[in-house]
């Protein structure tokens, strides 16, 4: 899709990209100040595999203020980007055979790390009508002998679904009648939520000792290209994870290291006016996207994704276009609107596409115009 998308601007097309996982703001002045003030300082040298000291003492706090969770540094890795932080995960606890459980909708980088690793991917479906949430049901008929590990993913990409406290710890009592499976809690948008306060899975007393915590800079504080990652771990998996990144690529960028002591340190409040933007676009978007029929949608509670459920177009023809799945739909509205979304088959949810809300007001209510267009 991305590929196409590419192709038709090069033919002069005016695509509108909705497709976007990543914020469309800059990154925060006080940030970048602290970046300046690293070179100046001449931070230029190799850094440590785990990270600054500085930094992970300053992770620490953060997990405290923000997560109620207590780590000591020894329990933290500092990464190049919460993708690496997930595969270096996979790689130290994974064996071939092994089966990973991924609750779909699900990041498309999950299933590739596990396979990475040798591993089984599970898919447990969810719909539009449960908010993308899996039950403890369908959680413990999913979990096999070999089942070494689940992914949780709140607020989700591509839903933005956000778990509560309560549906989190119904879930932890299944998990609680088998010990030997490990929790990767991805928690990259944790700051992005416009519902019920984030919790994370690691602050159930049971699971802490299981669950591997994983957060970064990328989405809440506009730094996807610095590239900072880091989780929050039992100490024998930190130091695991810290032996396998050594022989990788070893220590983080030194400027973004400084750059993230800034960004962790300082309060949240610092980053609400980009938060705030978000919820307004969302609620316009749910708006407009309201007035197309054929798209059933949800409310969204964090993230900055709508993920529209479009299986009523399924076996229909537009404009001449066959739309036998959601890979159909959005090519369909890529070449006939020149709006690229991404198809929900990328996510493990077949009947939906994701629509990014990282763009100006203007693009969002101009593509949304073009879609409804063509559909009617």
Not at 124 to 134: E, N
């Amino acid at each position: 899709m991305a590929a196409k998308a590419r192709e038709l601007r090069n033919q002069g097309k005016d695509i509108i990209g909705l497709s976007l996982g990543e914020p469309d703001f800059n990154t925060p002045d006080f940030i970048k100040e602290a970046a300046i003030q690293a070179i100046n300082d001449n931070y230029n040298s190799y850094t440590p595999v785990d990270g600054y000291a500085e930094l992970k003492e300053a992770i620490c706090l953060k997990f405290k203020r923000d997560n109620q969770l207590t780590y000591k540094p020894s329990q933290i890795v500092v990464s190049t980007g919460a993708k690496q932080s997930i595969a270096n995960v996979a790689q130290v606890l994974l064996n071939p055979g092994d089966d990973v459980l991924l609750p779909a909708p699900y990041w498309v980088s999950y299933s590739a790390i596990a396979t990475l690793a040798e591993a089984n991917f599970i898919e447990i479906p969810s719909t539009i009508d449960t908010d993308f949430k899996i039950t403890p049901e369908q959680l413990e008929a999913a979990i096999t002998p070999k089942t070494k590990m689940i992914f949780f993913n709140s607020p989700n990409n591509p839903s933005g679904s956000v778990y509560s406290e309560a549906e989190y710890r119904a879930l932890a009592k299944v998990l609680e009648e088998h010990p030997d499976i490990f929790i990767l809690s991805d928690e990259i948008y944790e700051h992005i939520n416009y519902g019920h306060p984030g919790f994370s899975f690691a602050r159930i007393p049971e699971m802490y000792d299981r669950t591997i915590t994983i957060n970064g800079v990328a989405k809440a504080f506009a730094m996807t290209g610095w590239r900072i990652g880091y989780i929050g771990a039992p100490e024998w998996i930190a130091k695991a994870c810290t032996k396998m990144q050594g022989q990788i690529t070893s220590g983080a960028n030194c400027i973004a290291q400084r750059a993230t002591i800034t960004a962790v340190s300082e309060p949240v409040s610092r980053i609400q006016y980009m938060v705030d933007e978000f919820r307004s676009r969302r609620d316009m978007v749910l708006g407009l996207l309201a007035e197309i029929s054929g798209f059933k949608v949800n409310e969204p509670e964090g993230a900055f994704y709508v993920f529209p459920d479009i299986s009523y177009y399924f076996g229909k023809t537009l404009k001449g276009h066959e739309i036998n799945n959601a890979s159909d739909f959005a090519m369909f509205i890529l070449e006939e609107a020149n709006v690229a979304t991404v198809t929900g088959d990328a996510f493990g949810a077949p009947n939906n596409i994701r629509i990014s809300y990282a763009a100006s007001v203007e693009e969002l209510k101009e593509a949304i115009r073009r879609i409804k267009e063509v559909l009617h």
